[in-house]
């Protein structure tokens, strides 16, 4: 089970403020951190529409520091416009991810601030070809999702 929070109940702004501001990523951190997470697992920080990781990485290397598990900031993707823009105009949210490193052969958590649709997630799952976990700050559970969400407590 994954412990996250309710995105709508307050973490919304968190999830927000993250992207900017050193002070929410080591929030954030310190609460994913309560998951099980230790020194032989693997945390995957989620790119951003520009491509690569930014404040996901950031959050990682926070979490990494509280657990001692390691980065692996080898996953990319096409740059595209931001998902919540997609999502605002109905779009589809559709990205594509790649790879150009072996994936470790350790249980790997994706580290993102929130998880609304799941797709971004999925895609992860899809490119990595491993057993993925979803590490995320927040879930927004009034969207419809493609993963079931009994994996986490709210």
């Known amino acids: 089970m994954i412990i996250t929070k309710e995105y709508y109940d307050g973490a919304n702004i968190c999830c927000?403020?993250?992207k900017?501001?050193?002070t929410y990523i080591k929030m954030a951190a310190k609460s994913m951190a309560k998951n099980n997470i230790g020194k032989d697992d693997i945390l995957v920080p989620a790119p951003s529409?520009?491509?690569k990781s930014t404040y996901t990485l950031l959050l990682a290397k926070e979490i990494a520091k509280l657990?001692?598990?390691t980065v692996w900031d080898h996953l990319?993707?096409?740059p595209h416009e931001p998902m919540y823009l997609q999502k605002k105009k109905k779009g589809t949210?559709?990205?594509k991810m790649y790879s150009n490193a072996?994936?470790?052969?350790k249980q790997l958590y994706f580290v993102d601030n929130?998880?609304?649709s799941g797709k971004t997630f999925l895609e992860a799952k899809k490119t990595l070809g491993k057993d993925l976990l979803p590490l995320v700050y927040a879930i927004d559970s009034s969207c419809h999702h493609e993963i079931p969400l009994d994996i986490f407590v709210v």
């Open 49 to 51: 529409h520009q491509g």
């Open 76 to 78: 990319y993707c096409i």
């Open 20 to 22: 900017n501001d050193m």
């Open 93 to 95: 949210g559709a990205v």
């Open 102 to 105: 072996t994936v470790p052969a």
């Open 114 to 116: 929130c998880l609304a």
């Open 67 to 69: 657990t001692n598990a």
């Open 16 to 18: 927000h403020k993250m």
